[in-house]
């Protein structure tokens, strides 16, 4: 059984900075007996990140639509990603960002700084907003139990690296209910790719070649980490050359 102790030390043998910033996608189911269940997963990560900036993603794209659900609620809608961040989003000293469809909750010492702006934010991960902020800060990204079909900052590089066909030209009136109660008008630009994010997994055997991405365990999952910028110069390079290369398998 895992204990938060054995948790904490295979974070260290990922290299995780421990005062850096990190970015977690998960499967919980993929980790494992634990001792105290998701809450002491959550308890490994925080510990671990106490004097860095723990992030995971709280999204709401599949429950945030036009018509049936228009509205992201910040301390209400419930995170369609998983157990853990759904947990972690209603943890004391978690913040959320205020993006209609793809929030992420945070905390930390730069936790704010990351998430603040994102209602003025009209793409999934536009520019500036707190995908673009992990770049910036070459922060690491995390994949516990889940490959690259998962890993939403690709995304971001899609939109800043001009790759074609993945999002809409129509917007859609969406809005964000803020922490003080206020209703925002947060318009988006949605996905419209057939195939979402499942052929970025294509990108990893080159990802693993290049020293990018490294492979690992968490629990009884795979883990795979990387930090952001080497990721997106691979990534640009090859939208570069082939602006439709993450719209087909």
């Not at 990190?22 to 004097?51: F, N, P, Q, W």
């Not at 000293?93 to 209609?100: F, K, M």
Request: proline share 4%; charged share 20%.
């Amino acid at each position: 059984m895992h204990t938060i102790k054995t948790l904490k030390n295979q974070l260290s043998d990922l290299k995780i900075n421990p005062a850096g910033t990190l970015l977690v996608h998960s499967a919980y189911k993929c980790i494992g007996e634990v001792d105290g269940r998701a809450d002491t997963v959550l308890d490994a990560l925080m510990e671990y990140m106490e004097s860095g900036t723990l992030l995971l993603p709280s999204h709401t794209w599949d429950n945030v639509k036009k018509g049936t659900n228009p509205v992201m609620d910040v301390l209400h809608t419930p995170s369609c990603v998983g157990i853990l961040t759904e947990i972690f989003r209603n943890r004391a000293g978690v913040r959320r960002s205020l993006h209609p469809t793809h929030s992420l909750s945070a905390t930390g010492k730069d936790a704010e700084e990351i998430l603040a702006g994102e209602e003025k934010i009209n793409t999934p991960c536009g520019k500036d907003g707190a995908y673009y902020k992990l770049w910036e800060r070459n922060a690491q990204i995390l994949l516990i139990g889940v490959n690259f079909g998962r890993n939403t900052f690709i995304h971001g590089i899609e939109e800043w690296d001009n790759a074609e066909g993945f999002i809409s030209t129509q917007i859609t009136d969406l809005y964000t209910i803020d922490y003080n109660g206020n209703r925002l008008h947060t318009p988006q630009y949605r996905h419209n790719s057939r195939l979402g994010s499942d052929t970025f997994v294509k990108l990893e055997p080159q990802a693993i070649q290049e020293g990018i991405l490294s492979l690992g365990r968490f629990g009884d999952a795979t883990a795979r980490v990387m930090y952001t910028q080497p990721l997106r110069k691979m990534v640009a390079e090859i939208i570069k050359t082939d602006a439709l290369y993450l719209q087909r398998f």
